[in-house]
T-cell receptor, first 110, second 114 residues
């Protein structure tokens, strides 16, 4: 059974204080690892897809990296508008389903 | 731009009522999904569909059914709503093609069953 564990559950940072969010996964055949951003009361917004170990993707202050066991979402010099819950999910070869983690709730304090 | 819409943002129903949640996507995606999201449990897949009139059970299908009569529309039905079905319901869609593709989500429907 595929599993995704995200840590920490919650993270509070000062504006400009860089940090990383972790997503550890277990999957029989990784078809893709996905990062989403979710604002309160809204649906998840797609950020990145990573397909293989060593791959990196960047978008503004966010950079996602992937190893064979985990992914990191690095946030550089965050701003208050980066406050959200960040979700990680994995896809498995052989089916169309994604397995989601429970997310990291990020708060950036001005 | 990718667009997934859901029929209601907030819904309040009574126990035993039949509830319809509708989802529409305008991207010509083959795959559509229904999830529920609860605090501490993350997103859990209820049902998905990979083609018109085709459906597959997800991880928690009990108490739910679905309908997909047109490619762009995927409905979730609660035959007899119960209080434990109070949740945020999220619809998503994805394009079927070589390699893996991301799912795009709608805004969600917050359902309260009293």
């Amino acid at each position: 059974e595929d599993q995704v564990t995200q840590s920490p559950e919650a993270l509070r940072l000062q504006e400009g204080e860089s940090s990383s969010l972790n997503c550890s996964y277990t999957v029989s055949g990784l078809r893709g690892l996905f990062w989403y951003r979710q604002d309160p009361g809204k649906g998840p917004e797609f950020l990145f897809t990573l397909y293989s170990a060593g791959e990196e993707k960047e978008k503004e202050r966010l950079k996602a990296t992937l190893t064979k066991k985990e992914s990191f979402l690095h946030i550089t010099a965050p701003k208050p508008e980066d406050s959200a819950t960040y979700l990680c999910a994995v896809g498995n070869f052989g089916n169309e389903k994604l397995t989601f983690g429970t997310g990291t709730r990020l708060t950036i304090i001005p | 731009d990718v667009k997934v819409t859901q029929s209601s943002r907030y819904l309040v129903k009574r126990t035993g009522e039949k509830v319809f949640l509708e989802c529409v996507q305008d991207m010509d995606h083959e795959n559509m999904f229904w999830y529920r999201q609860d605090p501490g449990l993350g997103l859990r897949l209820i049902y998905f569909s990979y083609d018109v009139k085709m459906k597959e059970k997800g991880d928690i299908p009990e108490g739910y059914s679905v309908s997909r009569e047109k490619k762009e529309r995927f409905s979730l039905i609660l035959e007899s709503a119960s209080t434990n079905q109070t949740s945020m319901y999220l619809c998503a869609s994805s394009l079927e093609r070589e390699g893996w593709v991301e799912q795009y989500f709608g805004p969600g429907t917050r359902l309260t069953v009293t």
